[in-house]
């Protein structure tokens, strides 16, 4: 699961010596908000965020209590004022997992992604990793979800898979919650039917308890018992 | 009293999803029996099944779906599409039966031999794409019947409330981009149930935009809201719109007793929604209510469940 594979290799870049209104209408005009600087070489040099535009002039200042000089020197003022310079980037080799810890971590909404030269390959967004995420939860088909608790040991989700597919039903994906209760989990099979009913019985005899659907969760604060 | 008519055909007995399978024949006569230990079959205008025109099966669906839907039953293949959709040699022409039998009974009540009209068929519907067969549904009954009245019979704005536990993804998809088509379903909360769409975001496309409405329900919730969310939702949704003519996807699968979903509806919630939506007919459709069957797999309870949902039109 490269970043290469998720990201977006047609990059819509700005020139650094364009002006700021310029950024401003080709991220209006794309519905983009990055905007990464290259030289002449594909050369990554910095990255325009349509934040840095809107903390640079704000609406009010432009349409209405600007003054003509004050707008004068904001017309004037060029990418190169206020961009990013030697932004936070990701290699190609980067995995969606180092992306989501990334984006965590460093709070940013989107990554250029470079080669070993520096030379710009792409941009990863979080819209970019939610497609990912969407295409892995499987969401994007019919089916319906189901919620096990099961104690931590080996073969518990073998047990599972093997009774789901008994039922000739294919999964969809499934999601392990990992903080339960002690010494528990929480087993999310997404499972690509309409037909849950005699799977949810076979599951409750085969000794596990379904959860209350109110009561799922991905990452709840265990509870000791 | 009203004229009812009650669309009922053993031919609708003849697909069989094999072993297992919660929707089942079987649903049906427990239906019948309802009404009939409830002796209302006498006030009540049976209506028998009649095979439908392809024409009209293509207002909605492919060409190449339809072809592919016999080819792939009559080869004997058990399923279709999905695992989930079971059938037998006989289902294709069920489904025509199915959808034809919805079309007549469209016919008679615009020409004004009956008021109103539950018409309990198999296969349901409302999961049926245009290009897809999905969650036990091959054609989309409602769909086709919506097409049916427009352009043979001149209906301007056709409203569809859709109170199956399950939102009626194929309804929605077809109607999306149409503005002369109200598409209103209220389901279990799509993150816990299927098909997974149905989401209180999802309003309508382009020149459709405001014309779908989805409310979403909860698990452990019933009778109060539904109620709550209905006049929350559906009232001034219908007030503007003005349907000419209500079509209901009726699914009995939310009912408290029925394992396939988690909402818990009683026998007289669901008379409630039934008397609201028998209720709007009157305001802006002259009464035209016609319902017809999706899901709904408890068969302890589909007989009283039937036998209140016709008594409520028989008093529209
Ligand atoms: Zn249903």
């Known amino acids: 699961m490269f970043v290469s594979q998720s990201m977006v290799s047609k990059v819509i870049t700005i020139d650094?010596?364009?002006s700021v209104f310029e950024a401003q209408e080709k991220m209006a005009s794309n519905g983009i908000r990055h905007l990464p600087i290259v030289n002449s070489e594909d050369i990554l040099i910095g990255i325009i965020t349509d934040r840095d535009i809107r903390s640079t002039m704000p609406y009010r200042l432009i349409k209405e209590t600007g003054s003509a000089k004050e707008r004068e020197k904001l017309a004037g003022l060029k990418v190169k004022d206020i961009m990013t310079q030697d932004p936070q980037t990701i290699d190609l080799t980067y995995t969606i997992q180092d992306a989501l810890l990334m984006i965590q971590k460093k709070k940013v909404g989107a990554f250029p992604v470079v080669d070993d030269n520096g030379k710009l390959k792409g941009?990863?967004?979080i819209r970019d990793l939610l497609r990912a995420f969407i295409n892995v939860l499987g969401i994007g088909e019919p089916g319906t979800l189901v919620g096990i608790e099961v104690t931590e040991r080996v073969g518990q989700l073998k047990k599972i898979v093997d009774a789901v597919t008994e039922e000739n039903i294919s999964l969809g994906s499934v999601l392990v919650a990992r903080t339960w209760d002690e010494g528990k989990r929480a087993v999310f099979p997404y499972l690509l039917t309409n037909n849950v009913v005699r799977i949810k019985k076979k599951l409750s005899d085969?000794?596990?308890?379904l959860i209350d659907p109110m009561k799922w969760s991905l990452d709840r604060i265990p509870k000791k018992p | 009293m009203k004229k009812t008519g009650y669309l009922h055909d053993s031919m609708y007995l003849l697909h069989d999803t094999g072993p297992y399978h919660p929707e089942m024949a079987d649903r049906l006569t427990a239906i019948y029996k309802g009404i009939e230990k409830a002796g209302l079959l006498d006030q009540l205008t049976l209506i028998p099944a009649i095979?439908?025109?392809?024409?009209?099966i293509e207002t909605v669906h492919t060409s190449e779906y339809i072809r592919r839907f016999e080819e792939v039953c009559l080869s004997g293949n058990r399923t279709f599409d999905y695992p989930d959709n079971q059938m037998c040699t006989d289902t294709y022409e069920t489904a025509f039966l199915a959808a034809g039998g919805v079309l007549d009974v469209c016919r008679?009540?615009?020409?004004?031999?009956?008021d109103n009209a539950f018409c309990a068929v198999r296969p349901p519907g409302h999961h049926a794409e245009q290009n897809e067969a999905m969650g036990f549904c091959y054609l989309n009954n409602v769909a086709i019947a919506t097409r049916y009245l427009q352009m043979e019979h001149g209906i301007k704005r056709v409203g569809v409330v859709d109170f199956d536990v399950?939102?009626?993804n194929g309804t929605q998809h077809i109607f999306e981009k149409d503005p002369t088509v109200f598409y209103y379903s209220i389901h279990q909360h799509p993150s816990f149930t299927f098909p997974g769409t149905g989401?209180?975001?999802?309003?309508g496309e382009d020149e459709g935009q405001g014309y779908t409405l989805n409310s979403?329900?909860?698990p452990g919730q019933g009778d109060d809201v539904y109620q709550k969310m209905i006049q929350r939702d559906l009232l001034p949704a219908f007030e503007r719109f003005k349907p000419e003519i209500i079509l209901v996807s009726t699914g009995f699968d939310g009912h408290m007793d029925d394992d396939m979903s988690d909402v818990n509806l009683t026998t007289k919630g669901y008379s409630w929604i039934m008397e609201t939506i028998v209720k709007l007919g009157g305001l802006y459709a002259k009464g035209r209510v016609i319902s017809v069957l999706e899901g709904g797999y408890c068969l302890d309870r589909l007989g009283e469940l039937a036998e209140n949902h016709v008594r409520i039109l028989l008093n529209g």
């Open chain 1, 16 to 18: 650094k010596d364009a």
């Open chain 1, 123 to 125: 941009i990863l967004s």
């Open chain 1, 206 to 209: 085969l000794g596990y308890k």
């Open chain 2, 51 to 56: 095979r439908a025109d392809i024409k009209w």
């Open chain 2, 108 to 114: 008679r009540v615009m020409t004004g031999e009956i």
């Open chain 2, 166 to 168: 399950h939102h009626g």
């Open chain 2, 199 to 203: 989401r209180e975001f999802e309003k």
């Open chain 2, 216 to 218: 979403v329900v909860l």
